[in-house]
């Protein structure tokens, strides 16, 4: 298994950030790794909602499904994606800085399949380096405003 966690702080107030960036509707807005994403569960943010994603990893595409495995809103929301090369677990935490300001923390913790697996000590620079881009992913579109949209 191989671990990274990244934070970043935006201008955006705590619920907005979290109904933005909480619901995976939205991640390839901000995230990218990700070509696409597509909620297959109808309705606000919950238990169980699921998802077709697209992740882009080292040149390849690879298709996973996402399901949220718990929600505490507005604090945290915890995700489990499945693909044929292992599995992923996202947790996002919301921590409002101030009435205008909140820190998001993403943690990944990826565990490979197969002879993957023997490849994971070799993923954590690739994984650090896909967060810092997804964090400033996320920074970006909050200055172009997007979190202020409707989830």
């Known amino acids: 298994m191989v671990s990274i966690e990244e ?33 297959l569960t109808p309705g606000l943010l919950k238990r169980g909602d699921r998802y077709d994603v697209v992740s882009v990893f080292l040149g390849r595409r690879l298709p996973m499904t996402y399901e ?35 820190e998001i923390t993403w943690g990944l913790q990826l565990t ?3 002879l993957g697996r023997f490849g ?15 964090m400033r992913g996320i920074r970006d579109s909050a200055a172009r405003g997007q979190p202020l949209r409707s989830p």
Do not use: M, N
């Open 120 to 134: 994971e000590p070799l993923l954590k620079p690739v994984l650090r380096r896909l967060g810092r881009e997804a």
């Open 7 to 39: 934070r970043v702080l935006i201008p955006v107030p705590l619920a907005q950030a979290f109904a933005y960036y909480a619901e995976y509707a939205h991640i390839q807005d901000w995230d990218p790794g990700v070509a696409s994403s597509k909620k």
């Open 68 to 102: 949220v495995v718990s929600v505490d809103a507005p604090q945290r929301v915890v995700l489990r994606g499945v693909s044929a090369s292992g599995v992923a677990v996202d947790d996002i935490r919301f921590a409002a800085r101030d009435a205008g300001t909140t």
């Open 112 to 114: 490979l399949t197969g």
